[in-house]
């Protein structure tokens, strides 16, 4: 758990500088009028929403399935320790 929270208070601030800064790039491509603005406006609104989903799993989704699997672990060396010494 300790390297959830190390990982976390390390990565937070990279994380959310890319992610703002390639966001607010897209931004024009996504609110873009004139000639050719349609296919502008879909790949700004692409590049939007896929950055914004993958910071989210980055800063949620991914330390919670890294604390389940290692939790899950801890629970199976405990009881592998506890059927070896139990068993001898």
Do not use: N, W
């Amino acid at each position: 758990m300790e390297a959830v929270f190390e990982s976390a208070k390390l990565r937070l601030r990279p994380i959310l500088m890319t992610t703002g800064a390639m966001v607010l790039g897209a931004v024009p491509l996504a609110l873009s009028t004139g000639a050719g603005a349609e296919s502008r406006t879909q790949i700004g609104l692409v590049i939007v929403g896929g950055m914004s989903f993958g910071t989210v799993l980055t800063l949620f989704v991914v330390p919670v399935v890294y604390s389940l699997i290692a939790r899950r672990k801890q629970t199976v060396q405990a009881l592998g320790g506890a059927h070896a010494a139990g068993g001898a």
